[in-house]
């Protein structure tokens, strides 16, 4: 299994042999929202799913929005002729296909010729066998270890993506988009936006928006899903429902959070805890919403969470009328892991703070 992550949503294309030399149309089928299969020539009955014995877990996908297909069903064509398989995509001049999974040496596919393997790497690790993932070495990704520790759990535990596209996040629709006016760039340039810009920005977890800059930019648009949305960093409002323009510099990264969301981050540090070391966190608080997070923990080394090794603690920000505001966290079950030591609450951006131990 191959996969293909185009210009709006994930697609898994499956490439088997076949004798056919014409163009023909594939035919997509639904798989989860957000991602559609589609196979090419004859399957075999075997393959790598049945051989691991192993059901995708849907339900966090199905709880998510309901896209429906993104392209033109008569413009996406495939043909194979001995043995060679040809796949074409509407693509306009500047897009680029990431991750077709045929040969990871490089992420950027478009116009490629390339060879499908099927084997072992023979103990080299020379990138040809691992799909692509985009990611960064950085303090920010060690400070928010706790997020994403609790976002891969979910992924985990219920079946919701980690990182998924924008068109799985409520109220992000080119369709919505379209219904409020024409889709012309000057009559309706949000709807332009969402076109152009979806393919190179998306969610981080349920509360995250990450839009990354690449090699020669210094701005880039950003189409903000319906409500409030706040700046990583300052805290300040970027906007709402809207297309944005940011000039981040060469240091930053683009982030923007939800209305209401709590971010649990800890200090930077070159390793993740070892088992049984507590963790001091900082619970930032985003926007003008009442905020509730879980947040998951284990002993971080062994699989006892297989064994039920592991709590759900909740986080609840409450906003009182005169300015201040009220925090919890709910106290781990007894035997459970309970690993978190001195906690800061934080109401971004940074006009208030809060202390009080585990």
């Keep these: 299994m191959k996969r293909l992550k185009s210009i709006y949503l994930l697609f898994i294309l499956m490439i088997w042999s076949a004798g056919s030399n014409l163009a023909q149309n594939p035919k997509w089928e639904k798989v989860a929202p957000g991602v559609w299969k589609t196979s090419l020539g004859t399957p075999d009955e075997y393959n790598l799913l049945k051989a691991a014995g192993s059901t995708p877990l849907l339900s966090g996908l199905d709880k998510m929005s309901q896209p429906g297909f993104p392209l033109s069903l008569d413009k996406i064509t495939f043909s194979i002729n001995e043995g060679q398989v040809a796949l074409r995509f509407p693509l306009q001049k500047e897009e680029q296909i990431f991750g077709f999974g045929l040969n990871f040496q490089t992420i950027f596919q478009r116009g490629k010729v390339l060879e499908l393997h099927v084997d072992h790497y023979g103990g080299k690790d020379n990138g040809r066998t691992h799909a692509p993932v985009p990611f960064y070495v950085s303090d920010l990704r060690m400070a928010l270890m706790p997020y994403f520790y609790s976002e891969f759990a979910r992924y985990h535990f219920e079946g919701t993506p980690p990182f998924r596209a924008m068109y ?191």
Aim: no cysteine.
């Design 168 to 358: 799985l996040e409520p109220g992000f629709s080119i369709r919505r988009a379209e219904q409020s006016g024409s889709a012309d760039l000057n009559e309706n340039p949000y709807a332009e936006a969402v076109r152009k810009e979806i393919k190179d920005q998306y969610m981080a977890g349920g509360n995250l928006l990450v839009a990354p800059m690449f090699i020669g930019q210094t701005s880039r648009k950003v189409v903000l899903p319906e409500g409030k949305w706040f700046d990583f960093y300052t805290g300040k409002l970027a906007g709402e429902g809207e297309v944005i323009t940011v000039e981040p510099g060469l240091a930053i990264i683009p982030v923007f959070v939800k209305d209401g969301a709590l971010i649990p981050m800890m200090k930077p540090r070159l390793r993740a805890p070892k088992a049984g070391e507590t963790i001091d966190l900082e619970i930032r608080h985003y926007g003008t919403k009442d905020g509730i997070y879980r947040l998951y923990d284990d002993d971080g080394e062994t699989f006892d969470y297989e064994k039920g090794a592991f709590s759900w603690r909740e986080l609840k920000f409450e906003g009182l009328p005169n300015g201040k505001f009220k925090t919890g966290i709910s106290r781990a079950e007894p035997g459970k892991p309970d690993n978190l030591g001195k906690i800061s609450w934080i109401m971004m951006p940074g006009a208030e703070e809060t202390e009080n131990s585990n």
